[in-house]
């Protein structure tokens, strides 16, 4: 049994594999299927200020290789999200990292502020989601609200600050460097691509919101390049993700440079899909004589 411990910002977790931000709500669902101190973390479904409703529907589109969104940060509030659903959380033996986003910098900083007197152990700063009309990619596709939107948040909380970029932009390689020297403790990514499909008969986008987040893997490679990209830009830890549905995606993943791996859109497939993943990456490792995950951390060697 190879040892799947990993420790990012000084948090440690007993295996790498995180269900991403949005896929997996509170975890309330999936336990039915497996106790979640199998996972290495949990990613919440991002939290916002106050409510919010979400996109109207249809927001949901089969794709090849993958899925379309356009949910649009459908959540109860932070206020609610600190009450009723993170002491639960953190009574379930693994990390729980808080996914937060807002409108402007200001929301995101009150949010993590109201979280910094919990006991949540990382917090997750969405600036890449692409399906919502104000904040999101719009802080994520600029360096210069990148790097704002951190600061905010960096000076509101003392917790282990990851910063989710957006693949959306023409260098994350900047959009990686202006967060960490605004603070952020890890990055990662990637966050769903954009992208579209229109019903060819009533000649509409087959999302109400037109566009939504590509995810699945049909991104995988651009995940790859990504993560590769900025773990050799940044001097600060990378949480990998984009199309993961197998063990082996996962270790591929982390020789890129990724030290944890999230799992997105697995999880609607095969709820199972994150603990076999974990076992995926134990046989690995074993029958390749490798006897902890870390040491493959950026192994990669390109031509």
């Not at 932070?78 to 693994?94: Q, R, W």
């Not at 020789?255 to 697995?266: H, K, P």
Request: charged content about 15%; glycine content about 10%; aromatic content about 4%.
């Amino acid at each position: 049994m190879a040892d799947l411990s990993v420790n990012i910002c000084g948090v440690e977790f007993k295996n790498p594999i995180i269900p991403a931000s949005g896929v997996f709500g509170y975890g309330r669902e999936y336990e039915e299927f497996y106790p979640l101190s199998r996972l290495g973390g949990i990613a919440t479904k991002g939290t916002t200020g106050t409510k919010r409703t979400g996109n109207i529907a249809p927001r949901i589109a089969e794709t090849p290789a993958g899925m379309l969104n356009s949910v649009g940060l459908q959540n109860p509030g932070i206020d609610h999200f600190i009450a009723k659903e993170l002491p639960n959380l953190l009574t379930k033996d693994t990390v729980i990292l808080a996914n937060i986003a807002g409108s402007t910098p200001e929301e995101c900083a009150e949010v993590a502020a109201k979280l910094d007197s919990t006991d949540v152990h990382m917090i997750e700063l969405n600036i890449s989601c692409p399906n919502v009309k104000q904040g999101g990619a719009a802080f994520g596709t600029s360096c210069t609200m990148a790097e704002q939107v951190t600061a905010a948040v960096r000076k509101a909380t003392s917790k282990p600050l990851v910063v989710k970029l957006s693949p959306n932009v023409t260098s994350i390689t900047d959009i990686a460097k202006a967060v960490e020297a605004a603070g952020a403790d890890a990055v990662s990514l990637i966050n769903t691509l954009l992208g579209m499909r229109i019903d060819i008969k009533t000649r509409r986008p087959i999302l109400h919101n037109n566009v939504g987040g590509l995810s699945g893997p049909a991104i995988f490679p651009v995940a790859v390049r990504m993560v590769w990209q900025v773990a050799n830009a940044v001097n600060i830890p990378i949480i990998g993700m984009g199309g993961v549905t197998t063990g082996e995606d996962a270790i591929e993943l982390m020789e890129a440079g990724a030290s944890a791996v999230q799992v997105g859109m697995a999880c609607f497939t095969d709820p199972f899909a994150p603990v076999k993943i974990i076992g995926e990456m134990n046989d690995f490792l074993d029958a390749h004589g490798i006897s902890a995950v870390r040491d493959i951390v950026g192994t990669v060697q390109p031509w």
